[in-house]
T-cell receptor, first 110, second 113 residues
Framework: DGGITQSPKYLFRKEGQNVTLSCEQN?????MYWYRQDPGQGLRLIYY???????QKGDIAEGYSVSREKKESFPLTVTSAQKNPTAFYLC?????????FGSGTRLTVV | AQSVTQLGSHVSVSEGALVLLRCNYS??????LFWYVQYPNQGLQLLLK??????LVKGINGFEAEFKKSETSFHLTKPSAHMSDAAEYFCAVSRGTASKLTFGTGTRLQVTL
């Protein structure tokens, strides 16, 4: 079955450590997105990529980095510069007809 | 710029009662509008979408929404709530099905016996 896989589902890290969230899709979609979800704030766009080897900042890119070396993969690194990294992170892809979302990664920084 | 406003962060209805979740949009171009549902610790599932065709859009699980340009609204309704409808609902707007989505802040629906 085609879809988006985010791993791990739950992630714990110590403050000051970088952490990378995985997002893989087998839908052959060109565009991929990362959203951050916080209670009462909806989903906010962190980064997006419309084609391999290219990506753009979203609304809240500070403290995050991404890469898009393969069409199938769009990993997100939460760096130590992100002031409040504890959140639910959702990855999505779009082949032109609409979005498909992953099941999310809940990151807790202690 | 595009934006959506969801009125009411929490809505509670009795099982069997009408569900009404409100969404108003702002857009300088004809909008594409979406409703998504999210169950705890899961991703988003598309309920329905408006793409400039029929103004009354029917979706999955008995939900529907009506696009009203004069009121800049796209409210979500369901005639009879079921316990399984308890979830968080997000309204979203974009310029097209392949464009960036801008989400509202969400409405958590509680269904009581």
């Amino acid at each position: 079955d085609g879809g988006i896989t985010q791993s791990p589902k739950y992630l714990f890290r110590k403050e000051g450590q970088n952490v990378t969230l995985s997002c893989e899709q087998n839908l052959n979609h060109d565009a991929m997105y990362w959203y951050r979800q916080d209670p009462g704030q909806g989903l906010r766009l962190i980064y997006y990529s419309q084609i391999v080897n290219d990506f753009q900042k979203g609304d809240i890119a500070e403290g995050y980095s991404v890469s898009r070396e393969k069409k199938e993969s769009f990993p997100l690194t939460v760096t130590s510069a992100q002031k409040n990294p504890t959140a639910f992170y959702l990855c999505a892809s779009n082949g032109g007809a609409g979005y498909t979302f992953g099941s999310g990664t809940r990151l807790t920084v202690v | 710029a595009q934006s959506v406003t969801q009125l009411g962060s929490h809505v509670s209805v009795s099982e069997g009662a009408l569900v009404l979740l409100r969404c108003n949009y702002s857009s300088s171009v004809p909008p594409y509008l979406f409703w998504y549902v999210q169950y705890p610790n899961q991703g988003l599932q598309l309920l329905l979408k408006y793409t400039s065709a029929a103004t009354l859009v029917k979706g999955i699980n008995g939900f529907e929404a009506e696009f009203k340009k004069s009121e800049t609204s796209f409210h979500l309704t369901k005639p009879s709530a079921h316990m399984s409808d308890a979830a968080e609902y997000f309204c979203a707007v974009s310029r097209g099905t392949a464009s960036k989505l801008t989400f509202g802040t969400g409405t958590r629906l509680q269904v009581t016996l």
